[in-house]
């Protein structure tokens, strides 16, 4: 059973920075392709960054070139590091697999919030 846990959220003020992390278990991580999702309240669930099991990156449009997704196969883990953060950035953010290719059960996810 795959198993996701979020983590690095928190408060923070516009322009402030957040590093996220997310660890899976139960997979075979290095084969998949990874994304960051998140879902402010009254909103549907967006992808925020997706990363391929080699590691190339592509980003939505509104986060590029303030968000960094990485990931470290050892330790099966995929990051996101949110540069530059806006009030709109505020959500909770979940990883999951690529969602083109399908979908494990969401995990918690870690909220970030605006502090303005």
């Known amino acids: 059973q795959v198993q996701l846990v979020e983590s690095g959220g928190g408060l923070v003020q516009p322009g402030g920075s957040l590093g996220l992390s997310c660890t899976a278990s139960?997979?075979?991580?290095?084969?998949?392709?990874m994304g960051w999702y998140r879902q402010a309240p009254g909103k549907q669930r967006e992808l925020v960054a997706r990363?391929?099991?080699?590691?190339?990156?592509n980003y939505a449009n509104f986060v590029k070139g303030r968000f960094t997704i990485s990931r470290d196969n050892a330790k099966k883990m995929v990051y996101l590091q949110m540069n530059g953060l806006q009030p709109e950035d505020a959500a909770v953010y979940y990883c999951n697999r690529d969602q083109r290719f399908g979908s494990w059960d969401w995990g918690q996810g870690t909220q970030d919030t605006d502090s303005s």
């Open positions: 990363i391929s099991s080699s590691g190339t990156t």
């Open positions: 139960g997979i075979i991580f290095s084969i998949y392709a």
